[in-house]
């Protein structure tokens, strides 16, 4: 799960992780969607560009959830 | 002594502040970081909790969700009457959780808390807490209470509290031959070129980081950088728990506070 707040100096940032990850999946420069989220210091930003999403990976290994039809259980 | 507001938009200010000394600019600037208090989640009873994440982890998380914070009301538990270790309706909020996710994955957000009083809320509605697979529930009570930043950077009001001083920036025109090194070399493009000559347009943006005068090829440089020993610019960042203007004011409130104790103080000496 990405972080609420930066480590360093304590900026909310967990609730611009979702349309962070959306727009740089749909091809957008990094760059610019962290400058339009406001990210401004480096503290920040590297949370978002070195982020990986565990849980996803996870929940793949919840019984009987739809997302494991494929897999050993 | 004065205050200019430069700019102030959302959660952020930033001002002069003139007329004062290094030492009480710095006063201010500790307090609003460590000593002005807000609300935030302390206590956290899980009733429920069949998530991939452990009931510490779901608390911290929640520890750090700014709430909107109304310093009239409520008082720190160590100046409330109750003297209990559990708070009274003076000095806690409490909150519900409940959350289920029945077929599909589901986020747990930090709008999902519901407080008990809709002045103490999330300042932030959109921070995901935990991802929940079908079946899976999170239902808990928390309970929020007011705290400084000094005990957790939790109870941390501001993201950024600084100050600089007001840097000023001169250039002997008679001297410089107008080669432009400077415009080009200057992160925060202080310089800007008028008739064939470097002027300074934005004086305020310069960190006296001396890459003009570096980088000039006359020497000794006819650009001098100095700064105003009295003059200070703010900067500060409000977590979303109070506006940043309303924390200055709070933090000025305490610094006479605690004067006002040293001089009690040593009138009982004397
Ligand atoms: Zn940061
Ligand atoms: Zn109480």
């Given at each position: 799960m990405i972080p609420v707040r930066c480590f360093t100096c304590g900026k909310v940032i967990g609730d611009k992780w979702e349309a962070f990850k959306k727009r740089v999946s749909e091809g957008e420069e990094t760059k610019k969607v962290l400058d339009d989220l406001s990210i401004e210091r480096y503290c920040c930003r590297r949370i978002f560009i070195s982020h990986v999403e565990v849980m996803e990976e996870l929940l793949k290994y919840v019984k009987n959830s739809k997302n494991t039809k494929n897999m050993i259980t | 002594m004065k205050i200019t507001i430069l700019e102030q938009n959302g959660n952020s200010l930033r001002f002069v502040l003139s007329g004062v000394s290094a030492p009480f600019a710095n006063a201010i600037r500790r307090i609003i970081m460590a000593e002005v208090p807000t609300m935030a989640i302390d206590d956290v009873m899980m009733f429920e909790n069949t998530s991939a994440m452990f009931d510490e982890m779901i608390t911290h998380r929640l520890g750090l969700v700014p709430l909107t914070t109304d310093l009239d009301t409520y008082l720190l538990p160590e100046e409330c009457?109750?003297?209990?270790?559990?708070?009274c309706n003076n000095c806690r909020v409490s909150f519900t959780l409940d959350v289920k996710a029945e077929a599909e994955l589901k986020m747990v957000y930090s709008g999902d808390l519901i407080p008990e009083n809709a002045d103490v809320s999330p300042a932030v509605k959109k921070i995901p807490i935990v991802r929940l697979a079908n079946n899976q529930r999170l239902k808990l009570e928390a309970y929020a209470r007011l705290g400084k930043g000094l005990e957790?950077?939790?109870?941390?009001?501001?993201s950024a509290s600084t100050y600089k001083f007001m840097p000023i920036v001169e250039i002997d025109t008679k001297k410089c031959d107008g080669c432009g090194d400077c415009v080009k070399y200057c992160p925060k493009n202080v310089f800007s070129i008028e008739k064939l000559k470097p002027v300074v347009q934005?004086?305020?943006?310069?960190?006296?980081?001396m890459e003009c005068i570096r980088h000039c090829?006359?020497?000794?440089?006819p650009i001098k950088i100095s700064h105003d020993k009295k003059t200070f610019i703010f900067y500060i960042e409000s977590?979303?728990?109070?506006?940043a203007s309303k924390l200055v004011k709070e933090a000025v409130k305490i610094l006479e506070r605690k004067t006002q104790s040293v001089i009690e103080q040593y009138k009982k000496v004397k």
């Amino acid at each position: 799960m990405i972080p609420v707040r930066c480590f360093t100096c304590g900026k909310v940032i967990g609730d611009k992780w979702e349309a962070f990850k959306k727009r740089v999946s749909e091809g957008e420069e990094t760059k610019k969607v962290l400058d339009d989220l406001s990210i401004e210091r480096y503290c920040c930003r590297r949370i978002f560009i070195s982020h990986v999403e565990v849980m996803e990976e996870l929940l793949k290994y919840v019984k009987n959830s739809k997302n494991t039809k494929n897999m050993i259980t | 002594m004065k205050i200019t507001i430069l700019e102030q938009n959302g959660n952020s200010l930033r001002f002069v502040l003139s007329g004062v000394s290094a030492p009480f600019a710095n006063a201010i600037r500790r307090i609003i970081m460590a000593e002005v208090p807000t609300m935030a989640i302390d206590d956290v009873m899980m009733f429920e909790n069949t998530s991939a994440m452990f009931d510490e982890m779901i608390t911290h998380r929640l520890g750090l969700v700014p709430l909107t914070t109304d310093l009239d009301t409520y008082l720190l538990p160590e100046e409330c009457d109750c003297e209990s270790e559990f708070g009274c309706n003076n000095c806690r909020v409490s909150f519900t959780l409940d959350v289920k996710a029945e077929a599909e994955l589901k986020m747990v957000y930090s709008g999902d808390l519901i407080p008990e009083n809709a002045d103490v809320s999330p300042a932030v509605k959109k921070i995901p807490i935990v991802r929940l697979a079908n079946n899976q529930r999170l239902k808990l009570e928390a309970y929020a209470r007011l705290g400084k930043g000094l005990e957790h950077a939790k109870w941390q009001p501001v993201s950024a509290s600084t100050y600089k001083f007001m840097p000023i920036v001169e250039i002997d025109t008679k001297k410089c031959d107008g080669c432009g090194d400077c415009v080009k070399y200057c992160p925060k493009n202080v310089f800007s070129i008028e008739k064939l000559k470097p002027v300074v347009q934005n004086e305020i943006n310069c960190t006296l980081c001396m890459e003009c005068i570096r980088h000039c090829p006359i020497e000794p440089s006819p650009i001098k950088i100095s700064h105003d020993k009295k003059t200070f610019i703010f900067y500060i960042e409000s977590t979303g728990s109070m506006p940043a203007s309303k924390l200055v004011k709070e933090a000025v409130k305490i610094l006479e506070r605690k004067t006002q104790s040293v001089i009690e103080q040593y009138k009982k000496v004397k």
